[in-house]
């Protein structure tokens, strides 16, 4: 079965400072990645996906997610926070085909930036 | 309109209320989602359409009813609630493939 953990439900860190938010996971089968974002009264975005091929992924916002099997993480990067990244942010991963290829959510990470 | 579209944004209703959330996606996807997110808690699968048919339950209590008319369309009834059914109610579609979900902006549902 698939699983998600993210090691701290709160991160802050200061403006311009390096982010990372930590993420790991369980599947059977070779898992697709994602990172959600959430903003204050608003849905889901998706940050960027890890499905094959590459194993550092880039997505929007200048953030970026390294795949490492050895280690079964799938950490969030970006090199400088800006106060505009502060938001919740959730790892998720797909369930194999025979469980519906669906997404299994982490707990979520606050992040807070600090000026 | 692009996306997924939920209304209400907001909803504040009593314990012996009957309302209806609704959602609706222009991306063409043929599979949609109603999750509920409740404060400190992960976000919870309730039902999955695909192809307009309910292909996941969740154990989710019948007070809750989801009926999708059609794959653009999603809606969630709502009756007899309970105060501890307050939360964030996210509408999301897909299609296929890796299983990505693009959701709406949510719905914030109060039970007084």
């Known amino acids: 079965a698939q699983s998600v953990t993210q090691l701290g439900s709160h991160v802050s860190v200061s403006e311009g400072a390096l982010v990372l938010l930590r993420c790991n996971y369980s599947?059977?089968?070779?898992?697709?990645l994602f990172w959600y974002v959430q903003y204050p009264n608003q849905g889901l975005q998706l940050l960027l996906k890890y499905t094959t091929g590459a194993t550092l992924v880039k997505g929007i916002n200048g953030f970026e997610a390294e795949f490492k099997k050895s280690e079964t993480s799938f950490h969030l990067t970006k090199p400088s926070a800006h106060m505009s990244d502060a938001a919740e942010y959730f790892c998720?991963?797909?369930?194999?085909?025979?469980?519906?290829?669906?997404?299994?959510f982490g707990q979520g990470t606050e992040l807070s930036v600090k000026p | 309109e692009t996306g997924v579209t939920q209304t209400p944004r907001h909803l504040v209703m009593g314990m012996t209320n009957k309302k209806s959330l609704k959602c609706e996606q222009h991306?063409?996807?043929?599979?949609m989602y109603w999750y509920k997110q409740s404060a400190k808690k992960p976000l919870e699968l309730m039902f999955v359409y695909s192809l307009e048919e309910r292909v996941e339950n969740n154990s989710v209590p019948s007070r809750f009813s989801p009926e999708c008319p059609n794959s653009s369309h999603l809606f969630l009834h709502l009756h007899t609630l309970q105060p501890e059914d307050s939360a964030l109610y996210l509408c999301a579609s897909s299609q296929g493939g890796t299983g990505e979900l693009f959701f709406g902006e949510g719905s914030r549902l109060t039970v007084l």
């Open positions: 991306l063409g996807h043929n599979a």
């Open positions: 599947s059977s089968v070779p898992p697709y």
């Open positions: 998720a991963v797909r369930r194999g085909y025979n469980q519906g290829g669906k997404l299994i």
